[in-house]
């Protein structure tokens, strides 16, 4: 991913906790906007200048034209008390073969998938199998994506409690993995506003780690009962898909 630095200078006589405070308030505005990526910002006040380093799959995410309502409104109000612009510049790139995000013009289909270390973009492209800024896609609720935000929040919450395997997993991994738990169902959700909004076919990945007895890729779809499994794995991931229940999954590694 690219790293950019967002800072402010303080030419005033305001309050710096309550600056930094307003300062925080726009990176969760760009963070909702999928702007940038992560939960936990490198954020910091040096003197007369706050500082922040968040990531970002493209290194024009942060440009004005992929702004929302939020974010444009918290950045008049942040400069006016501060009395000065906001800068922004990309820093660098976390690995130097890091290629960007999606760039498809016309993907076939979208994917909904997440895991508990990752802090890309919650939404994969069928096509090319990178990630997609959720700021290119239609705005999706009250000017930004949160729901995309809490789902994802939520899948994270239960793949850390089922890797942890101290506390609920059993609980945490059925939401993982039953097409028809709290969780898939919010994703489902999800992925049926994204293919009205789009017009792309929009999938939800269902992790699997069944204990299966006999030939797995026999086995139907967990939703509809009709056979899912693909002659050849989707970008050597995914071994079913099914296009009436709009899922993939993967074979078990609980082998």
């Known amino acids: 991913m690219f790293v950019q630095e967002v800072a402010i200078d303080i030419k005033t006589e305001a309050n710096k906790d309550e600056l930094v405070e307003e300062f925080n308030l726009l990176i969760s505005h760009f963070r909702s906007n999928g702007q940038t990526q992560g939960k936990i910002e490198s954020q910091f006040i040096d003197h007369n200048r706050i500082v922040c380093f968040p990531f970002s799959h493209e290194k024009n995410s942060l440009s004005s ?7 444009n409104r918290q950045i008049e109000k942040l400069e006016n008390i501060c009395g000065s612009k906001l800068q922004v510049r ?5 690995f130097e073969s890091y290629q960007g995000a999606c760039k498809c013009e016309k993907p076939e289909l979208y994917i909904l998938i997440t895991n508990y270390i990752t802090i890309q973009s919650p939404i994969t492209c069928g096509t090319c199998n990178q990630a997609l800024p959720l700021y290119k896609l239609p705005k999706y609720s009250d000017h930004g994506y949160r729901p995309f935000l809490s789902w994802e929040s939520n899948y994270q919450s239960c793949d850390t409690l089922q890797m942890n395997c101290e506390v609920g997993e059993h609980w945490a991994l059925n939401q993982m993995q039953e097409s028809n738990s709290q969780l898939s169902k919010q994703g489902l959700e999800i992925c049926k506003k994204v293919e009205e909004l789009t017009g792309v076919p929009t999938y ?7 204990k299966i007895i006999g030939d797995e890729l026999t086995k139907p779809c967990p939703k509809c009962g009709k056979q899912w499994n693909l002659k050849e794995p989707l970008h050597g991931f995914y071994d079913f898909k099914c296009d009436a229940c709009k899922l993939v999954s993967t074979v078990t590694s609980n082998s």
């Open 65 to 71: 034209e992929f702004h929302n309502f939020y974010v």
């Open 90 to 94: 990309t820093v660098g790139k976390t």
């Open 204 to 210: 939800y990945y269902l992790f699997n780690y069944r």
